[in-house]
């Protein structure tokens, strides 16, 4: 991408100001923020995370993410007691949206070392053994925990409907990831020909087992691991469906990438979770590596794999949490299908 070709893509915009361009500019102008911004293409860090990553003192890594915040070029997200920082949405002003995404086009066309590469992937195991270190020690009263945010009955009947519906699922593979005590298995069971129930904590996986060998569910295969396992298995499937899982995962953006991998053309991914909140006590209580999600996060990290929302519905609490709801679908090029989104809102 050229500076011409720049100027090409904003001249039918709102009108970009020299200055803007040149703080964007400014910013871009050190190598290690321009890596930065390549790692937050689909994640989110923590200044600690971020220097460990690059190997800086922590004085270091606030200076340039303070520049890259002033430009506009990163957001902080408050979770807990932590920072972490990602890129824009980008849907709030034409004007810094245009610009911005003329840059990371061109930024996201660099390539990432094998040395970064591993480094980020450490991050993420960093993140994965905390996450695997609560279930395994407190696995066993997780629901209880669970049940201070939401009834496992506020959201299920909602995600079932989402997920089978306008489709004859009878003839069709699912795939279950993060399955907890089994409950939902009661579902899918009955309605498709065969289950997957995926965990990465045999603890929790044994539960779920324990549960289907109780209601005599004998279509599924119980698989330990995660999504990327789940892909070198070879196994496709027409669904996926996650409830209340998404907040457990070290690095939630891949969760969309291998889902697009794994979905046969015309299937659909499922995503019931919280939207971002402020209750921190969420993370020591119920594991939970991150405080609910952005709505525009969620849609970014699907587009971003050519996944196309088709529905979603919101779910009210009376304590103050909100359940979203999400939809995607993996396009079919024998189908012709245009889809418009439908918000639905539940008491």
């Not at 990371?104 to 991050?123: K, M």
């Not at 053994?129 to 020690?137: C, M, P």
Request: charged share 20%.
């Amino acid at each position: 991408m050229t500076l011409q070709s720049l100027t090409e893509r904003t001249n039918d915009a709102t009108p970009i100001d020299v200055l803007d361009v040149s703080q964007a500019f400014k910013a871009c102008g050190d190598p290690m923020r321009l890596q930065i911004l390549q790692v937050l293409q689909c994640n989110a860090y923590g200044v600690l995370e971020l220097a460990q990553m690059f190997g800086v003192k922590q004085s270091g890594m606030s200076h340039h993410l303070k520049v890259l915040h002033t430009s506009g070029l990163v957001d902080a997200q408050r979770e807990g007691n932590a920072i972490f920082y990602r890129r824009p949405f980008l849907h709030t002003s034409p004007k810094d949206g245009e610009l911005s995404r003329a840059l990371f086009d061109l930024i996201d066309r660099l390539p990432i070392s094998a040395d970064l590469l591993n480094r980020i992937e450490l991050i993420r195991q960093q993140r994965a053994i905390q996450s695997q270190a609560f279930f395994s020690r407190l696995g066993d009263q997780f629901k209880a925990q669970q049940e201070l945010i939401c009834d496992y009955e506020q959201y299920a009947e909602a995600s079932f409907e989402l997920l089978v519906k306008d489709r004859a699922t009878e003839h069709q593979r699912v795939l279950e990831v993060g399955p907890g005590d089994g409950a939902f298995l009661r579902h899918l069971s009955p309605a498709y020909q065969h289950v997957f129930a995926l965990d990465n904590t045999a603890t929790m996986l044994e539960s779920a087992r324990q549960f289907a060998q109780k209601e005599r569910l004998t279509n599924i295969d119980f698989v330990l691991g995660d999504l990327s396992h789940f892909r070198s298995m070879g196994e496709t499937v027409n669904a996926i469906v996650m409830n209340m899982v998404l907040h457990h995962i070290p690095s939630p953006a891949e969760v969309f990438t291998e889902a697009a991998k794994i979905l046969e053309p015309g299937g659909v991914l499922v995503i019931c979770d919280l939207a971002h909140h402020d209750q921190t006590w969420a993370r020591e209580n119920c594991g939970d590596l991150w405080l609910g999600f952005e709505a525009a996060e969620l849609a970014r990290w699907a587009q971003a794999v050519d996944l196309v929302e088709d529905d979603s519905i919101y779910i009210g609490l009376r304590n103050g949490f909100q359940i979203q709801l999400r939809r995607f679908a993996k396009p079919n090029p024998s189908k012709f299908t245009q889809n418009s989104v439908t918000n639905r809102t539940k008491p």
